[in-house]
Protein backbone atom coordinates (compact mmCIF):
# COMPACT_ATOMS: atom_id res chain seq x y z
CA UNK A 1 0.00 0.00 0.00
CA UNK A 2 0.64 3.81 0.23
CA UNK A 3 3.04 5.06 2.35
CA UNK A 4 4.50 8.76 3.71
CA UNK A 5 7.62 8.94 5.97
CA UNK A 6 8.39 12.01 7.18
CA UNK A 7 11.04 13.99 8.97
CA UNK A 8 10.35 13.90 12.68
CA UNK A 9 9.76 17.45 14.42
CA UNK A 10 9.58 19.52 15.88
CA UNK A 11 11.53 21.71 14.20
CA UNK A 12 12.75 25.46 15.55
CA UNK A 13 14.50 27.64 13.07
CA UNK A 14 15.46 31.79 13.85
CA UNK A 15 14.06 33.92 11.50
CA UNK A 16 16.04 33.68 7.77
CA UNK A 17 17.17 30.44 7.84
CA UNK A 18 16.94 28.40 5.52
CA UNK A 19 14.01 25.00 6.06
CA UNK A 20 14.36 21.87 4.96
CA UNK A 21 11.64 18.76 5.72
CA UNK A 22 12.30 15.61 4.23
CA UNK A 23 9.80 12.74 3.09
CA UNK A 24 9.99 9.79 1.35
CA UNK A 25 7.05 7.88 -0.05
CA UNK A 26 6.28 4.67 -0.79
CA UNK A 27 3.71 3.68 -3.80
CA UNK A 28 2.93 2.17 -6.94
CA UNK A 29 2.28 3.96 -10.49
CA UNK A 30 2.98 7.79 -10.62
CA UNK A 31 1.32 9.01 -7.22
CA UNK A 32 1.07 13.06 -7.05
CA UNK A 33 2.87 14.47 -4.14
CA UNK A 34 1.35 17.07 -2.07
CA UNK A 35 2.19 19.68 1.09
CA UNK A 36 -0.27 20.58 2.99
CA UNK A 37 -0.17 23.23 6.00
CA UNK A 38 -1.85 24.11 8.84
CA UNK A 39 -1.75 26.89 10.89
CA UNK A 40 -2.44 26.66 14.84
CA UNK A 41 -6.35 26.48 14.95
CA UNK A 42 -6.92 26.38 11.50
CA UNK A 43 -7.79 23.55 8.94
CA UNK A 44 -5.87 22.33 6.19
CA UNK A 45 -4.32 24.28 3.00
CA UNK A 46 -2.45 22.86 0.16
CA UNK A 47 0.87 24.65 -0.41
CA UNK A 48 2.12 23.17 -3.44
CA UNK A 49 1.82 19.69 -5.25
CA UNK A 50 3.54 17.89 -7.91
CA UNK A 51 1.87 15.44 -10.22
CA UNK A 52 4.79 13.81 -12.42
CA UNK A 53 8.63 13.36 -11.72
CA UNK A 54 11.23 16.39 -11.94
CA UNK A 55 8.22 18.43 -11.37
CA UNK A 56 9.05 21.04 -8.98
CA UNK A 57 5.62 22.60 -6.66
CA UNK A 58 6.06 26.09 -5.50
CA UNK A 59 4.47 28.52 -3.70
CA UNK A 60 5.11 31.26 -1.23
CA UNK A 61 8.59 31.14 -1.18
CA UNK A 62 8.47 26.89 -0.34
CA UNK A 63 9.39 24.46 -2.83
CA UNK A 64 9.38 20.98 -3.91
CA UNK A 65 10.79 18.25 -6.68
CA UNK A 66 9.18 15.36 -7.43
CA UNK A 67 12.07 12.97 -7.31
CA UNK A 68 10.93 9.33 -8.20
CA UNK A 69 14.21 7.82 -8.60
CA UNK A 70 14.71 8.41 -4.76
CA UNK A 71 11.03 8.62 -4.12
CA UNK A 72 11.04 12.25 -2.45
CA UNK A 73 9.71 15.17 -2.01
CA UNK A 74 11.43 17.11 -0.19
CA UNK A 75 10.33 20.68 1.15
CA UNK A 76 12.72 23.88 1.37
CA UNK A 77 12.28 27.52 1.94
CA UNK A 78 15.33 29.63 1.58
CA UNK A 79 14.47 32.12 4.32
CA UNK A 80 11.66 31.34 6.76
CA UNK A 81 9.35 33.67 8.66
CA UNK A 82 8.07 33.97 11.89
CA UNK A 83 4.52 33.40 10.09
CA UNK A 84 5.64 30.22 9.11
CA UNK A 85 5.35 28.83 11.71
CA UNK A 86 2.86 25.74 11.33
CA UNK A 87 2.63 22.01 11.10
CA UNK A 88 3.49 20.66 7.41
CA UNK A 89 2.14 17.46 6.07
CA UNK A 90 3.66 15.83 3.41
CA UNK A 91 0.73 13.56 1.52
CA UNK A 92 0.50 11.38 -1.46
CA UNK A 93 -2.61 10.45 -4.00
CA UNK A 94 -3.09 7.93 -7.13
CA UNK A 95 -5.15 10.06 -9.54
CA UNK A 96 -6.56 7.27 -11.05
CA UNK A 97 -8.32 4.13 -9.52
CA UNK A 98 -11.23 3.91 -6.99
CA UNK A 99 -8.74 4.61 -4.54
CA UNK A 100 -8.02 8.32 -4.53
CA UNK A 101 -7.90 9.35 -1.04
CA UNK A 102 -5.03 11.23 0.34
CA UNK A 103 -1.94 9.32 2.37
CA UNK A 104 -0.29 11.68 4.85
CA UNK A 105 2.69 12.08 6.96
CA UNK A 106 2.99 12.69 10.15
CA UNK A 107 3.30 16.21 10.12
CA UNK A 108 6.53 18.51 11.12
CA UNK A 109 5.92 20.99 13.48
CA UNK A 110 8.07 24.28 12.36
CA UNK A 111 8.74 26.70 15.06
CA UNK A 112 10.19 30.16 13.90
CA UNK A 113 12.09 32.57 16.32
CA UNK A 114 12.29 36.53 15.88
CA UNK B 1 -11.01 24.86 -6.51
CA UNK B 2 -13.81 23.48 -4.59
CA UNK B 3 -15.28 25.36 -1.46
CA UNK B 4 -16.21 23.88 1.62
CA UNK B 5 -18.64 24.57 4.19
CA UNK B 6 -18.02 22.63 7.58
CA UNK B 7 -20.08 22.79 10.40
CA UNK B 8 -19.80 22.66 13.41
CA UNK B 9 -16.80 24.19 13.48
CA UNK B 10 -16.46 22.91 17.39
CA UNK B 11 -18.64 21.41 19.50
CA UNK B 12 -18.34 19.81 23.28
CA UNK B 13 -20.65 16.83 24.05
CA UNK B 14 -21.00 14.74 26.64
CA UNK B 15 -20.46 10.71 26.64
CA UNK B 16 -22.98 8.45 25.08
CA UNK B 17 -24.26 11.39 22.53
CA UNK B 18 -23.98 11.76 18.84
CA UNK B 19 -22.89 14.38 16.73
CA UNK B 20 -23.94 15.25 13.49
CA UNK B 21 -20.87 17.29 10.87
CA UNK B 22 -22.12 18.50 8.15
CA UNK B 23 -20.53 19.31 4.72
CA UNK B 24 -21.79 21.34 1.67
CA UNK B 25 -19.28 21.54 -1.27
CA UNK B 26 -19.90 24.64 -3.62
CA UNK B 27 -19.62 22.21 -6.55
CA UNK B 28 -20.52 18.97 -7.59
CA UNK B 29 -17.94 16.49 -6.96
CA UNK B 30 -17.64 12.17 -7.12
CA UNK B 31 -15.85 11.61 -3.92
CA UNK B 32 -15.63 13.39 -0.63
CA UNK B 33 -13.45 12.18 2.21
CA UNK B 34 -13.98 11.80 5.93
CA UNK B 35 -10.86 12.46 8.06
CA UNK B 36 -10.03 12.42 11.92
CA UNK B 37 -7.22 13.74 13.52
CA UNK B 38 -6.45 13.22 16.90
CA UNK B 39 -4.64 15.70 19.23
CA UNK B 40 -1.13 16.32 17.61
CA UNK B 41 -1.27 13.61 15.20
CA UNK B 42 -1.45 13.21 11.53
CA UNK B 43 -4.92 12.78 9.37
CA UNK B 44 -6.21 9.49 9.39
CA UNK B 45 -8.54 8.36 7.49
CA UNK B 46 -12.37 7.26 8.20
CA UNK B 47 -14.24 6.47 4.99
CA UNK B 48 -14.67 7.76 1.49
CA UNK B 49 -18.61 8.85 0.37
CA UNK B 50 -19.83 8.44 -2.98
CA UNK B 51 -23.04 10.09 -4.05
CA UNK B 52 -25.99 6.56 -4.43
CA UNK B 53 -23.58 4.11 -2.62
CA UNK B 54 -22.62 2.53 0.62
CA UNK B 55 -19.49 4.84 2.05
CA UNK B 56 -16.08 2.47 2.16
CA UNK B 57 -14.95 2.41 5.49
CA UNK B 58 -11.11 1.73 6.55
CA UNK B 59 -9.44 -0.55 8.42
CA UNK B 60 -10.53 0.59 12.36
CA UNK B 61 -13.68 2.44 11.49
CA UNK B 62 -17.45 0.94 11.36
CA UNK B 63 -20.67 2.29 9.62
CA UNK B 64 -22.50 1.64 13.66
CA UNK B 65 -20.04 4.51 14.83
CA UNK B 66 -19.21 6.43 11.90
CA UNK B 67 -22.27 6.32 10.18
CA UNK B 68 -21.99 8.31 7.18
CA UNK B 69 -25.12 9.86 4.49
CA UNK B 70 -24.63 11.30 0.76
CA UNK B 71 -27.45 12.43 -0.14
CA UNK B 72 -26.45 14.50 -3.28
CA UNK B 73 -22.96 15.64 -5.14
CA UNK B 74 -22.78 18.60 -2.93
CA UNK B 75 -23.32 17.67 0.41
CA UNK B 76 -22.33 14.57 2.92
CA UNK B 77 -22.97 14.25 6.97
CA UNK B 78 -20.61 12.22 9.05
CA UNK B 79 -22.01 11.49 12.27
CA UNK B 80 -19.67 10.11 15.63
CA UNK B 81 -22.27 7.93 17.58
CA UNK B 82 -22.41 6.95 20.88
CA UNK B 83 -19.17 9.08 22.06
CA UNK B 84 -16.53 8.37 24.33
CA UNK B 85 -13.40 10.70 25.44
CA UNK B 86 -11.21 8.82 22.93
CA UNK B 87 -13.59 10.64 20.42
CA UNK B 88 -12.21 13.52 21.06
CA UNK B 89 -10.60 15.05 17.67
CA UNK B 90 -10.69 17.11 14.86
CA UNK B 91 -13.06 15.67 12.04
CA UNK B 92 -12.31 17.13 8.62
CA UNK B 93 -14.33 16.65 5.54
CA UNK B 94 -12.19 16.71 2.09
CA UNK B 95 -12.89 16.68 -1.77
CA UNK B 96 -11.34 15.57 -4.93
CA UNK B 97 -10.80 18.59 -7.20
CA UNK B 98 -10.35 18.14 -10.88
CA UNK B 99 -9.09 19.08 -14.26
CA UNK B 100 -5.94 21.81 -14.30
CA UNK B 101 -6.74 22.56 -10.34
CA UNK B 102 -6.08 19.25 -9.12
CA UNK B 103 -5.68 18.56 -6.05
CA UNK B 104 -7.65 18.00 -2.42
CA UNK B 105 -9.60 20.96 -0.50
CA UNK B 106 -10.46 20.85 3.34
CA UNK B 107 -12.93 22.20 4.99
CA UNK B 108 -12.83 23.86 8.21
CA UNK B 109 -12.74 21.07 10.51
CA UNK B 110 -14.73 20.44 13.54
CA UNK B 111 -13.26 20.17 16.61
CA UNK B 112 -14.83 17.54 18.87
CA UNK B 113 -14.16 17.37 22.47
CA UNK B 114 -16.39 14.58 24.41
CA UNK B 115 -16.52 14.98 28.13
Known amino acids: GNSVTQMEGPVTLSEEAFLTINCTYT??????LFWYVQYPGEGLQLLLK?????DKGSNKGFEATYRKETTSFHLEKGSVQVSDSAVYFC?????????????FGSGTQLTVLP | SAVISQKPSRDICQRGTSLTIQCQVD?????MFWYRQQPGQSLTLIAT?????????ESGFVIDKFPISRPNLTFSTLTVSNMSPEDSSIYLC????????????FGSGTRLTVV
Open chain 2, 49 to 57: ANQGSEATY
Open chain 1, 91 to 103: ALAQPTGSARQLT
Open chain 2, 27 to 31: SQVTM
Open chain 1, 50 to 54: ATKAD
Open chain 2, 94 to 105: SVEDGGENYGYT
Open chain 1, 27 to 32: ATGYPS
